[in-house]
Nanobody
Framework: QVQLVEFGGGLVQPGGSLRLSCAAPVSISGITAMGWYRQAPGKQRELVASITRGGNPNYNDSVKGRFTISGDNAKNTVYLQMNSLKPEDTAVYYC??????????????WGPGTQVTVSS
């Protein structure tokens, strides 16, 4: 199964920063948006941030002002700069790529997940 490639997870102290990156293989074409979801223990998967090919971002309210998402369409790559990290940000982060086929349904591709742990 085709997966997205993720980098940048790790352990960081509260108030610190991490930068996540995600690249979609060339075999995945027609990507209309990419972003990051996360799932913490005992909680549902939730959107962290996403960005469309046109550069329109969407953020979870809990990360607004702290996280910044950006993309490089030529590389099928997205970046998530995470600043002022809190223990509540601890989760497995999954990269997502959205593909909308003309006259067809939405299809999502996923990365394997990368652990982000915010702890002193």
């Amino acid at each position: 199964q085709v997966q997205l490639v993720e980098f940048g997870g790790g352990l960081v102290q509260p108030g610190g920063s991490l930068r996540l990156s995600c690249a979609a293989p060339v075999s995945i074409s027609g990507i209309t948006a990419m972003g990051w979801y996360r799932q913490a223990p005992g909680k549902q998967r939730e959107l962290v941030a996403s960005i469309t090919r046109g550069g329109n971002p969407n953020y979870n309210d809990s990360v607004k002002g702290r996280f910044t998402i950006s993309g490089d369409n030529a590389k099928n790559t997205v970046y998530l700069q995470m600043n002022s990290l809190k223990p509540e940000d601890t989760a497995v982060y999954y990269c997502n790529a959205e593909v909308l086929i003309s006259r067809g349904p939405r299809h999502d591709y996923w990365g394997p997940g990368t652990q982000v742990t915010v702890s002193s």
